[in-house]
């Protein structure tokens, strides 16, 4: 064998073996920092500390919208003011125990309105009122609640009805009238208006205070 040959062969293997040395604390423990290269210390962890520059936002991608106004009270609507031959703004109003009788016959109304050219400004439902019947014991003064009512009314607003077709119009509605409905008919007022919300004694008694 050639003597050079045989001297570059125990070099290299002499590197390598020392290489495999120095590479044996590198596999037992390597780095997360930097794979590569070894690190004396097993537990160092650098990247601890490092800022995460914004992952996981997700907000600011999506687009900026704007701030949500506040909603207004609700506000009663001008009437409409009598004339010599029309009328101004006038409620029908429909009550009765059975809520499907009552909601037909508004129904009934509103389309025979639409039939005669009346103009309906509004169509809308009051809120229940329930009536609790009390009986008293035949030996005692305790009573006790038998049944409970529930009294359902609906409104159908009109517009500048015209005089000389109103006392047709309100033959139409009585004689088409069912039983147990009652029909009435007024001029709208603040207090009809007012009657469409519920009354809230609490959240009225708060703001009381508040104003103190």
């Known amino acids: ?3 050079a040959f045989r001297k570059l062969q125990v070099s ?3 590197q390598a073996f020392l290489l495999s ?5 590198c596999q037992a423990a390597p780095s997360i920092q930097h794979p590569v290269w070894c ?3 097993i537990n160092e962890r650098q990247y601890k500390g490092m800022p995460t520059h914004g992952i996981g936002r997700w907000k600011y991608l999506l687009p900026k919208q704007a701030p949500r106004k506040k909603k207004d009270k609700q506000q ?4 409409v003011p009598a004339t010599d031959t029309a009328y101004g703004t006038l409620n029908v ?3 009765g125990y059975d809520m499907t009788v009552v909601e037909h016959y508004s129904q009934y109304i509103h389309n025979l309105c639409n039939r005669l050219g009346i103009k309906v400004a509004e169509s809308y439902a009051l809120p229940t009122k329930s009536t609790e019947v009390m009986l008293m014991q035949e030996q005692g003064t305790k009573m006790y609640v038998d049944a409970v009512l529930k009294t359902h009314h609906r409104v159908v607003q009109l517009s500048s009805m015209n005089a000389t077709l109103c006392p047709v119009f309100m033959d139409v509605l009585l004689k088409n009238q069912p039983e147990g409905v009652q029909l009435s008919v007024k001029e709208h007022t603040e207090a ?3 009657a469409r919300f519920k009354a809230r004694p609490e959240l009225e008694g708060l ?3 508040m104003k103190q």
Do not use: E
């Not at 040395?21 to 604390?25: E, G, M, Q, V, W």
């Not at 009663?76 to 009437?79: A, I, L, N, R």
């Open 21 to 25: 040395k120095a590479l044996t604390p």
């Open 39 to 41: 690190t004396d210390s």
């Open 93 to 95: 109003q429909v009550s």
């Open 1 to 3: 064998m050639n003597p």
């Open 207 to 209: 703001v009381a205070q």
């Open 192 to 194: 009809d208006f007012q």
């Open 12 to 14: 290299v293997t002499r």
């Open 76 to 79: 009663m609507k001008q009437s």
